[in-house]
């Protein structure tokens, strides 16, 4: 599977200061950093759609605001269409804010309350010069399902539902055509009969318009039904990435195999076993290179002091499936002397 | 000693507004036993927070029972002064876990401080003696005994919802009213809190009610349920029962629109419309208006709660709807509600 | 080009977007708003056409029946509040002051929020140094007293009528660019303007379409204490003698009143242009609360719906 990549990420880090307080630079102490993104590679063709789960604090929010372009990444790159983003020039960034759309996780907030519909929609055509805004409103209206467009034109967000304001979010994404959608959430906020309709939708768009998806959630049972792949995200670092339908019948790596086991089911026959996993992810600051779910882990060897590698863990006549995880890979001996002394020597 | 702990009869409650009164509750009924987890289901704006809150006596300063009864132990609640709710039962008969449990307690006071001072207000223990039994409290949720003398912020946010669940059973409650208590959680959090709340059920008489939309949640921790649709029960049963042998269209569409990440690849229903907006009086089906199997009938009066015979745990059953037959049949024999109509 | 004329352009659609809200409307229920603002139109008219009607023009000399000057008359039905030191006609003199005062308000409520808002908007949404210097010139004037300032800034420009308003409107701006920056920062976290920069919108363009729309219900509250401040602060600076004593203002007739040392004697002269300011005042305090209360209520007008959660 060689085909180009839409959209990617190579190494891509987002580091914060967490400022200099006045003990830092007293005891010429060096900052520490929010580690929020670290070394992720992410990677979407077209039509393609990807989920990216994690729980709060796994950095995939700040991994949304750097792909936006919010943020400069610390290291590593963003390539679109072949195109470093740091090499980007002016027209390169006029472009990929017209191909790369957004959609928001709360509805109610997602657009200006002054503005009236018709005006929130034929924003992003204004700002990108794009001909043919009332027939493109009213074509857009209809594709996610709000029917007459006429009735919606006209008024203002506080006037609509959360299900009518999400889909006027993905109409506003999809007015410029775009090549990649990026979804922060986008069902989170809403009841589940809706959300049940705006994920077909999704699905649905996602088909007909062939754009490429970036799902952002914390609910793997909606990513599940609009993604192909997954991505688990924790604490800053992709874990494990691997097909939907594999990811969930056989999950590798032992952080999602604790967090699908943790989803509870709609049966009350369910004899499945409540965690066993303590605590919860440590703050994002002053981590070290080694493993960052270790003192969760389960399974957790002294070779874990060492960054695992993402490999490739997939099973035989199975898809692609990558975990970072020591538990997957041979190691030299050497490797595994380095592990046990960073233990010995008091690593953290 | 079959008597329920709790039960709703017939209760209305109603907001005044600016544009007149709302109905925030229609004629709810249903029954909680001692030792049993209810879950309380519904979307938001149903009316489930609501009904929790008249127990308590919390409603908001334009809300009021215009009809029903509460009971609690036999003894009618609903109109009871605050005095009596804090001598009698607040704490040391039902405690609450409200919704945004962040904000319950005083970060300006140890945790153990706020246990003393609420074990002082309600019951006659001494200091010591609550200190006892919260630092018991504290290791059944599984949190270091010495850690009671820390602040509120220095818990992390599971470990917050487990002390806040702590002080709500230190004081032996019959019933505790949990409101959307791990909805602002990670998953795995969830699965920590309600490992505890499992081992609580297994060594102590306390009765809970879990108010949440989350059906899955309830499905694995509760015994019963009631699910709620824009003011009115829909239908409640045992857990299984309801999964078994659902009677109500709501109970039916609710549970297969919510993904199960099991079946990755089932398809999601989608319901129809949105619960109306409820004005003064409420006599028809508020789930009519998207409701596959509706006929007309269903707007000329709010549909009773019937008792439905066939339960296999021997939990009462009812729903709620003049169509269960058709409801039964068109679900059980897999043919659309319009074919059932057309008896095809 | 491109980016500032298409603000320019989308200003204006904002400005009538705005006033087609019904927060204005709403704030209008209110008793209190209603006489407020009946009162206020009363004032419009009389400022566009008070000279017109005024019995008398404002310099009139009023004869006595002997022929010589109708010094402190007293209330008669030619003269309902009698005559000035000066055989001038009060009422014809109230009157035509609504004028000066409506200007003083308008001008100085304008300027006050013209500066005051622009200060906090760019501050608060750009941040950064730029935030840090405009505050730091912000806490400046607050430091710095305004009648004192008045006297010292008025010899070196000269005294005047719109010196007076001037020297106001440099000064009064501090409180509103430092609440409207506050309200930027708040409006800056939400997702809709996350949104527009997502949608390639730059700062500018920004600032105007999406910002300043939102903190417009603050504004307006802002230009209504602006202008009430303004009113009283140049009716003092006319009494003390700073403003231009040719301009008929109230001000300038309470110190006329002062000066001729009657003014206990001639109670409707002293006493009818302070009652006339202080109504001014109540009035458009009164209108910019009605306004807030109102404009507080939020984007969710379904407070209903959270009642029956």
């Known amino acids: 599977m060689t085909s180009e990549a839409l959209l990617e990420t190579q190494g891509l880090k987002k580091y914060f200061n967490s400022g200099k307080s006045l003990k830092n630079w007293l005891l010429r102490e060096e900052e520490e950093s929010v580690q929020a993104v670290d070394d992720v590679n992410l990677r979407v063709e077209p039509g393609e759609s990807i989920g990216v789960i994690g729980e709060s604090g796994c950095g995939k929010t700040t991994l949304l605001r750097t792909l936006m372009g919010l943020y400069d990444p610390t290291e590593g790159d963003i390539v679109y269409d072949g195109k470093k983003m740091s090499d980007f020039t002016k027209s390169d960034w006029k472009a990929y804010r017209r191909n790369i759309q957004i959609i928001f996780q709360d509805p109610f907030n997602a657009a200006n309350p002054k503005m009236k519909v018709k005006a929130y929609l034929k924003e992003p055509l204004n700002l990108h010069g794009i001909p043919n805004k009332e027939e493109k409103i009213r074509e857009t209206l209809k594709q996610v399902e709000l029917r007459p467009p006429d009735r919606y034109l006209n008024r203002y967000p506080g006037e609509l539902s959360g299900g009518e304001l999400q889909r006027i979010g993905i109409a506003r994404a999809l007015v410029t055509d775009p090549d990649v959608i990026l979804a922060d959430e986008p069902v989170s906020m809403l009841d589940v009969s809706t959300q049940a309709a705006v994920l077909k939708l999704l699905s649905r768009i996602q088909d007909e318009y062939d754009v490429s998806m970036i799902y952002i959630s914390h609910d793997l049972s909606t990513v599940s039904y609009v993604c192909d792949t997954i991505n688990v995200m924790y604490l800053g670092r992709i874990v494990e990435e691997a097909e939907t339908k594999t990811l969930l019948d056989s999950p590798k790596h032992p952080y999602s195999q604790a967090l699908i086991n943790a989803i509870p089911r709609p049966n009350p026959y369910s004899d499945r076993e409540r965690t066993q996993m303590e605590g919860s992810p440590r703050d994002p600051v002053g981590l070290d290179t080694g493993c960052r779910f270790r003192d969760r882990c389960p399974e957790r060897m002294p070779i874990c002091e060492q960054k695992p590698k993402f490999v490739d863990a997939s099973d035989p006549d199975a898809q692609e499936h990558g975990v970072a995880c020591h538990l997957y890979y041979e190691h030299e001996e050497a490797e595994q002397a380095m592990g046990d002394q960073q233990i010995i020597g008091g690593g953290n | 000693m079959n008597e329920p702990l709790l039960e709703f009869d017939d209760l209305t409650i109603e907001y005044e507004t600016r544009n007149g009164a709302i109905t925030a509750v229609s004629d709810a009924s249903f029954a909680i036993h001692r030792g049993e987890y209810f879950g309380l289901a519904g979307e938001s704006g149903c009316g489930k927070s609501t009904a929790a809150k008249s127990l308590l006596n919390i409603l908001d300063d334009n809300g009021q029972i215009s009809s029903g009864a509460i009971r609690y132990k036999g003894e009618e609640l609903q109109n009871k002064s605050e005095k009596y709710m804090t001598e009698h039962i607040y704490w040391n008969e039902v405690s609450y876990i409200p919704q945004s449990s962040m904000d319950s307690l005083d970060p300006l006071k140890k945790i153990s401080r706020q246990a003393v001072e609420i074990a002082q207000t309600h019951t006659d223990m001494t200091k010591q003696e609550s200190l006892e039994k919260f630092k018991e409290m504290f290791e059944i949720v599984g949190i270091q005994e010495n850690r009671i003398d820390d602040y509120p912020h220095e818990f992390s946010g599971g470990m917050q919802q487990r002390a806040i669940i702590a002080l709500a059973l230190f004081l032996e409650p019959s019933l505790i009213v949990a409101d959307e208590p791990t909805t602002a959680l990670d998953v795995i959090m969830q699965d920590q809190i309600f490992k505890y709340l499992d081992r609580i059920k297994e060594t102590t008489d306390v009765s809970m009610i879990l108010i949440t939309h989350d059906i899955s949640v309830i499905f694995e921790s509760c015994d019963s349920l009631a699910i709620m649709h824009s003011g009115q029960i829909a239908e409640t049963a045992s857990c299984r029962d309801l999964f078994d042998t659902p009677r109500h269209p709501y109970s039916i569409l609710l549970q297969q629109a919510f993904p199960d990440v099991d079946h990755p690849d089932r398809e999601l229903q989608t319901i129809d419309g949105y619960p109306p907006q409820l004005g003064e009086d409420v006599d028809f089906c508020t789930f009519a208006d998207r409701c596959p199997w509706a006929v007309s009938e269903c707007r000329d009066a709010a549909p009773p709660l019937e008792r439905i015979e066939d339960s296999e745990t021997g939990r009462d059953h009812y729903a709620a709807c003049i169509r269960t037959e058709e409801v039964r049949r068109s679900y059980e024999g897999d043919a659309t509600p319009a074919e059932v109509d057309n008896d095809i | ?309």
């Open chain 3, 1 to 309: 080009m491109g980016v500032a004329s298409r603000s320019v352009r989308t200003g204006k659609e904002t400005i009538s977007n705005y006033w087609q809200d019904s927060d204005f409307r709403k704030a209008l229920r209110e008793r209190s708003t209603q006489i407020a603002v009946l009162f206020l139109l009363l004032l419009l008219f009389l400022a566009v056409f008070g000279p017109t009607i005024a019995p008398y023009e404002h310099d009139t000399r009023i004869r006595a029946d002997d022929g010589g000057l109708l010094r402190l008359g007293e209330p008669s039905l030619d003269h309902p509040l009698g005559t000035t030191e000066s055989g001038y006609d009060v009422l014809s003199r109230l009157i035509v002051g609504v004028r000066p005062t409506v200007i003083t308000g308008l001008l100085g409520g304008g300027m006050i929020i013209t500066i005051g808002s622009s200060v906090g908007l760019i501050s608060g949404y750009v941040g950064g140094r730029v935030d840090d210097g405009l505050m730091r010139m912000t806490d400046l004037v607050f430091a710095v007293p305004l009648i004192p300032f008045a006297l010292v800034l008025v010899s070196v420009i000269g005294m005047g009528f719109y010196q007076s308003i001037f020297v106001i409107g440099l000064v009064l701006w501090r409180g509103t660019a430092r609440v409207i920056r506050s309200q930027t920062l708040q409006v800056r976290e939400r997702p809709f303007i996350l949104s527009a920069k997502a949608a390639g919108a730059g700062t500018p363009y920004i600032i105007i379409k999406h910002v300043l729309p939102n903190v417009l219900p603050m504004a307006f509250l802002f230009f209504a204490l602006g202008a009430g401040y303004t009113i009283i602060l140049q009716a003092g600076l006319a009494f003390l003698g700073v403003s231009d004593p040719t301009v008929p203002s109230w001000g300038i007739m309470i110190r006329n009143a002062y000066d001729s040392g009657r003014m206990l004697s001639s109670l409707p002269w002293a006493v009818a242009p302070g009652l006339m300011i202080s109504f001014t005042v109540l009035s458009v305090f009164t209108l910019g609360r009605g306004y807030e209360e109102v404009a507080g209520e939020g984007d969710d007008g379904d407070a209903t719906a959270y009642a029956a959660a």
